[in-house]
């Protein structure tokens, strides 16, 4: 399975479809037969993206994006590829296609939520299904190597959530019934576990021997990575409301940056526990109920000398990474992490919207919107959109309805797309050259 061009005579009419609603332009009645009543007069214009402003700046309008050249990244070691979360530009070739695709056990439904990012280490990949059982699959040829079955036969059906983290030869694996394991990386044998003081929605993050891990009711837990002993913890606040799923923590050197549901940050000594610094991403304005969720569920980003975050209340902060002052602020919100790269950075909107900014000083070079619902004309069956990667001179974004989009980078115009079969559950992972997904009927896919 490769990915298809654009092109008129290879697009399935739901995507074909969808496409031409966002992007604008002639009637494709004729797929779908006669309308049953005929199109109000007037252009049709996203009524959201209005209210947000995301229009690019005319005056950057003529400067070209530039970026970094392709490097084949030997690991996707933790959520967001490694500690720090910038991962730049990966190498990918230019029509990567299904190698093979493997079970990795329980996919998402009413009770459970597949929530955990895959991972990439040397000759093994490692996925997490909705009930807590990791496994370690052949690179080569999607064979499963070992199964840990880490599920709390004490615990009552209904809990969710968790993910997994590399570092020196062991799994750390954060889990929905509040306990941090650590497995033997080639083995799956269980080295230690350790009692949180609540669930995780999402992986840990690992750096200098310390695996930080955040709780869903906002707390930070920092554990030796040798002997799952408690080094230290902090406390946020709590929220009564969040979205499904937590962002993990960012780590650098001797920096750990810690995003909250209630749209903290916060930037602490990863040897103390001290904060250095902390900052707000709630809603200024709220132009509607959902905006009083603040929670960061996109991966903040240590970029360099900046810290990078958004939040669901639509406010994305560049933030100086040492002394905590705001750099710029953008009026947008996510819940995907952004992706900087070169002299832009690349952000997937709540709103369907890859947007490209300029990293300086947040304004925008462009704007794409991508089809945000299954059926268009009616607004049926909302598409809930996964990434963006930057991988072989493109942006690769995932959607709920199996199709994967590649677009340029440059411009944000539609490259080609590729049918999955099944609804993305997590953002794309990219490593050796390799693309993987994890869909929600619990399917791992390889294409290369």
């Known amino acids: 399975m490769s990915f298809v061009r654009l092109r008129a005579r290879a697009l399935p009419t739901l995507l074909f479809a969808s496409l031409a609603v966002v992007l604008g ?7 779908f037969g006669e309308p049953e009543d005929p199109p109000l007069p007037g252009q049709r214009i996203a009524i959201l993206a209005i209210e947000r402003g995301l229009s690019p700046d005319p005056s950057i309008a003529d400067v070209a994006v530039r970026l970094p050249e392709p490097y084949v990244n030997s690991a996707w070691a933790q959520p967001g590829g490694s500690a720090a979360h910038a991962m730049y530009h990966l190498s990918l070739s230019a029509n990567p296609r299904r190698i093979w695709s493997a079970d990795i056990g329980e996919g998402s439904g009413d009770v459970a939520q597949i929530l955990a990012q895959p991972l990439v280490v040397g000759d093994l990949v490692y996925a997490m299904d909705a009930r807590s059982v990791v496994s370690a699959f052949s690179a080569s040829n999607g064979s499963r ?11 009552d059906d209904g ?15 954060a889990t929905g019934f509040a306990k941090l394991f650590a497995l033997n990386a080639r083995s799956g044998e269980v080295l230690w576990e350790h009692r949180a003081p609540a669930p995780m929605r999402n992986g840990p993050a690992v750096n200098d021997g310390r695996v930080f891990a955040i709780t869903f009711d906002n707390q930070l837990i920092v554990v030796d990575a040798e002997s799952g002993e408690r080094l230290w913890n902090h406390v946020g606040v709590q929220e009564t409301a969040g979205l499904l799923g937590s962002a993990s923590p960012a780590a650098a050197g001797n920096l750990v940056v810690v995003p909250y549901s209630s749209g903290e940050i916060l930037a602490m000594l990863a040897d103390s526990g001290r904060v250095v610094w902390s900052e707000n991403l709630s809603a200024i304005r709220r132009v509607d109920p959902l905006a009083d969720i603040a929670q960061i569920r ?13 939040s669901h209340a639509g406010r994305m902060l560049a933030i100086d990474t040492r002394q905590g002052v705001r ?8 819940i995907e992490m952004p992706w900087p790269a070169g002299d832009v950075i690349y952000v997937l909107t709540k709103d369907s919207q890859i947007v490209c900014l300029q990293r300086r000083d947040g304004r925008i070079r462009w704007v794409q919107p ?3 619902f299954e059926d268009p004309e009616d607004q049926d069956e909302p598409i809930r959109w996964t990434g963006p990667v930057l991988a072989g001179d493109r942006l690769v974004v995932a959607g709920s309805h199996g199709q994967v989009l590649s677009v340029s980078p440059y411009d944000g115009k539609p490259l080609g797309f590729f049918d999955v079969g099944s609804g993305v559950a997590v953002s794309p992972v990219v490593a050796n050259n390799s693309l993987y997904l994890v869909t929600h009927s619990g399917t791992l896919v390889a294409l290369r």
Do not use: H, N, T
């Open 145 to 155: 190597v070992w199964r840990a079955d880490l599920e709390d036969d004490d615990e």
């Open 370 to 372: 991508l089809p945000r």
């Open 159 to 173: 809990f969710f959530g968790g993910g997994i983290a590399y570092q020196d030869g062991k799994i750390f694996v």
């Open 25 to 31: 332009g002639c009637s494709f009645d004729d797929f």
């Open 298 to 310: 996109g991966l903040p980003v240590i970029d360099r000398d900046m810290v990078l975050a958004v």
């Open 327 to 334: 750099v710029w602020q953008a009026d947008l919100g996510g």
